[in-house]
């Protein structure tokens, strides 16, 4: 149980392009999604956390223009990545709970890389 | 000073032994605290939790909990060289379900 999945697992585009990256739980009504950027050698990064059916809050200085959230169903979040640079090259990983249980369980993550 | 404070390591074992990781937390008010894995390459995955004070085993890795000195750890024992990985410290914010991780331990089991 507890099955996260992200799609593409991989993604390389060009500067200036737009990326949709999708985090669905496959076992369990996800309540809560979470959006996190892992750059090599540093821990997880929370950019932003969706709860079903209303709007995305983002941390502190994560664009929310530039990265777009959509949690549209309790089993279907997707991040889009809007006008990617290099900078943007990252692993972004997302995560799910369920409601009334703390643990989020982690999808395998998207490698993007943006030339 | 940061929320969640990790040994960066690399700790170094022999198989067989036991690796000890720690980890501190600087909100009080946090309740539930998590040890993941995370293999190079790869996201994380959850090895065990713990909320309540005291020693919870799971197999062989134990979680200890002290909220008043604010430290939570984990022990492996009987280290294998797949237990080599990144272990990483998550303590939930208080009054919401989001995750602060610590900057994560590299250990690695010598054969």
């Known amino acids: 149980g507890a099955v996260v999945s992200q799609h593409p697992s991989w993604v390389i585009c060009k500067s200036g392009t737009s990326v949709k990256i999708e985090c669905r739980s496959l076992d369990f009504q996800a309540t809560t999604m979470f959006w996190y950027r892992q750059f090599p050698k540093q821990s997880l990064m929370l950019m932003a956390t969706s709860n079903e059916g209303s709007k995305a809050t983002y941390e502190q200085g994560v664009e929310k223009d530039k990265f777009l959230i959509n949690h549209a169903s309790l089993t279907l979040s997707t991040l889009t990545v809007t006008s990617a640079h290099p900078e943007d090259s990252s692993f972004y990983i997302c995560?799910?709970?369920?409601?009334?249980?703390?643990?989020?369980?982690f999808g395998p993550g998207t490698r993007l890389l943006v030339l | 000073q940061k929320e969640v404070e990790q040994n960066s390591g690399p700790l170094s074992v022999p198989e067989g032994a036991i690796a000890s990781l720690n980890c501190t937390y600087s909100?009080?008010?946090?309740?539930?605290f998590f040890w993941y894995r995370q293999y190079s390459g790869k996201s994380p995955e959850l090895i065990m939790f713990?909320?309540?004070?005291g020693d919870k085993e799971d197999g062989r890795f134990t979680a200890q909990l002290n909220k008043a000195s604010q430290y939570v750890s984990l022990l492996i024992r009987d280290s294998q060289p797949s237990d080599s990985a990144t272990y990483l410290c998550a303590v939930n914010r208080s009054n919401d379900y989001k995750l602060s991780f610590g900057a994560g331990t590299t250990v690695t089991v010598r054969a």
């Open positions: 909100d009080r008010g946090s309740q539930s």
């Open positions: 995560s799910a709970r369920s409601s009334g249980r703390e643990t989020q369980y």
């Open positions: 713990i909320y309540s004070n």
